[in-house]
């Protein structure tokens, strides 16, 4: 089973990667983007064809591995 | 208006970065997981209220600064 797993900063987080990215569209001339955040995305394949361990099993991930929660969130989605 | 753009690795490209992850999964106990691969979000928010014109800038910021075409795909949505 093919699973999709996306990390972003925390609303309330400092992203100065995104800020940097926002300045260099401003300076290719993109004037009107106002805000940039980055996150991660983890495609993973798992030997599992129940939906729902899978979908555990990856929260689990998250939550050891993958996200850090103190900053980050994560949102898990079966991919295919 | 707010966008979402996906930027992953191309199929034939190595990931050594998700092959990384994926050990540290093994590691950690989680033995099903059979391959991960790692990519970038970005969340931006648009100046503009035109989905049509908005999806087009952004597929324009990809192609010049947000993925390495030689090696990356990108996918843009409407995030809201």
Redesign the interface.
């Known amino acids: 089973m093919k699973l999709r797993v996306?990390v972003?900063l925390k609303k309330d987080v400092l992203d100065p990667q995104?800020s940097a990215?926002k300045n260099?569209?401003h300076n290719?001339g993109?004037k009107?983007?106002?805000?940039?955040?980055?996150?991660?995305?983890?495609?993973?394949?798992?030997?599992?064809n129940d939906e729902n361990k899978s979908l555990k099993?990856t929260e689990?991930?998250c939550k050891?591995?993958?996200a850090n929660l103190t900053i980050e969130d994560f949102k898990v989605e079966i991919a295919e």
């Open positions: 996306y972003t995104g990215i260099s569209l290719i993109f009107s983007v106002s805000d940039v955040r980055q996150g991660k995305v983890f495609e993973l394949n798992i030997n599992e099993e689990e991930m050891k591995l993958l």
